[in-house]
């Protein structure tokens, strides 16, 4: 049981690992990696409970009272979180973390939760000496937090309208459903850069930025038991070769996502990208995961592959034109 636990040893263990995770040889601890890390680990809690939203809600007032504080008011600076991808690959490896830490002590979630944020607050208290502010602490956090749960939701919930209302009622394929995820989350990228787009500006040297996003996508594939490999890119067409963008796909599912983003208030374009290539990350394992999938990793990986890459560059000569 729980309660028996030697809840001491466990919580300094806890508190170990986690800054074991964040920490580098070379430059040390990198405290925005353990706020990243926490946020994950509390979102992976928060989905044992029936409502992750809505424990998310009320874990972060608990931890309101117990630092005594709110977040800091006013807005974030541009840079005062990690980029969309980089929040998404920290969060899952605290996501990743909680669920080794469950495996071994999770008799009771509500004592567990109740622990590990005494561990936050001692986190955040000591960091307060060193002269950061806990309210600036706990801003921090709880904006990764809401990205992270956002991020997951998102995954969740736009594969579940693909299936439902294109699937089921208007036959579409899982390999349609993957080309529209991965081509909305091409898309919505483009348009996130647009403003970095000048009249010179080349669609086909694929900036660094597309790949950030296609390995938030691959690795979700990967992650939920898709065959990793080196074929993702098989058969991608060459630069010079007219692009082949999914675009009926695309403005199929538009509507969808628009509300979906609404209704979260995920309003960033780049945040939106990260989000659609989760999902496509998700429904590739839901089409080609497990031991007997229905649609070939071998086919689906280039397939999604494309649908990001062409509908990327359609949007970005478009903008370039435009830039013209």
Wanted: aromatic fraction near 8%; charge should be negative.
């Amino acid at each position: 049981m729980f309660a028996l636990t030697n809840k001491p040893e466990m919580g300094a263990r806890l508190y170990k690992d986690l800054i074991r995770m964040s920490t580098d040889s070379a430059r040390g601890t990198d405290l925005m990696k353990v706020i990243q890390h926490i946020a994950g680990i509390l979102v992976e809690t928060y989905f044992v409970f029936e409502c992750a939203d809505k424990s998310m809600e009320a874990g972060l007032q608990q931890l309101s009272d117990l630092l005594g504080c709110e977040p800091l008011e006013g807005p974030l600076g541009s840079d005062a979180l990690p980029p969309a991808h980089i929040l998404d690959f920290e969060t899952e490896r605290g996501r990743a973390a909680a669920r080794v830490f469950f495996e071994e002590w999770m008799d009771c979630e509500y004592e567990f939760h109740a622990l590990f944020l005494s561990i936050v607050h001692n986190i955040f208290a000591a960091w307060e000496r060193d002269g950061m502010p806990r309210a600036e602490s706990f801003r921090l956090l709880a904006e990764c937090v809401k990205k992270c749960m956002g991020f997951e939701i998102a995954a969740q919930e736009l594969c579940d309208v693909l299936i439902e209302h294109k699937a089921l009622r208007e036959d579409w394929s899982l390999g349609d459903c993957i080309a529209a995820l991965s081509a909305v989350a091409g898309r919505r990228l483009a348009l996130s850069l647009a403003s970095e787009i000048s009249p010179v500006f080349q669609p086909y040297a694929l900036p660094g930025s597309l790949d950030c996003v296609v390995y938030v996508m691959t690795q979700e594939a990967v992650r939920l038991g898709v065959p990793a490999g080196s074929d993702w890119r098989l058969g991608l067409a060459a630069n010079d070769v007219p692009v082949n963008a999914p675009v009926e796909l695309v403005f199929e599912i538009e509507p969808y996502c628009r509300s979906f983003f609404d209704a979260i208030a995920l309003s960033d374009q780049y945040d939106q990208a990260v989000a659609c290539a989760k999902a496509a990350g998700r429904m590739l394992a839901v089409a080609a995961g497990g031991e007997v999938p229905e649609l070939e990793p071998s086919i689906a990986k280039p397939l999604a592959m494309a649908a990001i890459t062409e509908t990327y560059r359609s949007v970005c000569m478009g903008q370039a034109a435009v830039g013209g």
